[in-house]
């Protein structure tokens, strides 16, 4: 199983990275939008103080759902430690964290992907919002492997976990 992974991981690390290197500015700034300080400290602390502020507690839980989808993350890069790749990103930005699963792809899927949820269930206008921020998401972990800080399993992991969060953050928030 690890040398199908290993394969697979290679493969869609190679074709990714080979892509124009005019789009290393929108990587960097798609990996910007998706750094967990931006995500937690956005859009998960904004539910909860809109939360709070409001008296509506279910922006709260939303919100901190999203933080402990983020927590489940980093434990699990402690558990499995997984190594960063080597490459020039991950030695001149000093990435010292473990590479699974991506932080970056988790958080902008549980974060924006709560967001997207929400806004989708307001007509035409949400779900272009929701389409917007679905894109997104993909670009910032798309990001991730072309800027050479993830492995492709590491991103795709992350995306998983944090559509969970976003599923979980907005059945709090819809009808």
């Known amino acids: 199983m690890r040398s199908l992974l290993h394969r697979l991981d290679t493969f869609f690390t190679v074709q990714i990275q080979a892509w124009p290197r005019w789009l290393r500015p929108v990587m960097k700034t798609a990996s910007f939008v998706g750094y967990p300080y931006v995500t937690l400290g956005v859009i998960a602390t904004g539910y909860m103080v809109v939360g709070w502020g409001v008296g509506d507690l279910r922006y709260a839980y939303a919100g901190g759902v999203i933080f402990i989808t983020h927590g489940i993350g980093s434990l699990m890069k402690l558990t499995v430690g ?94």
């Open 82 to 175: 997984r190594q960063r790749p080597t490459t020039y990103t991950t030695k001149r930005w000093h990435l010292k964290t473990h590479s699974f699963p991506s932080g970056h792809a988790l958080g902008s899927a549980a974060a924006y992907g709560t967001v997207a949820l929400v806004a989708s269930s307001h007509g035409l206008l949400g779900a272009m919002g929701a389409l917007f921020l679905a894109v997104l998401v993909i670009l910032i972990g798309v990001s991730r492997i072309y800027l050479g800080a993830h492995y492709p399993s590491d991103v795709a992991v992350g995306w998983l976990l944090g559509a969970a969060g976003a599923f979980i953050a907005a059945s709090f928030l819809l009808p």
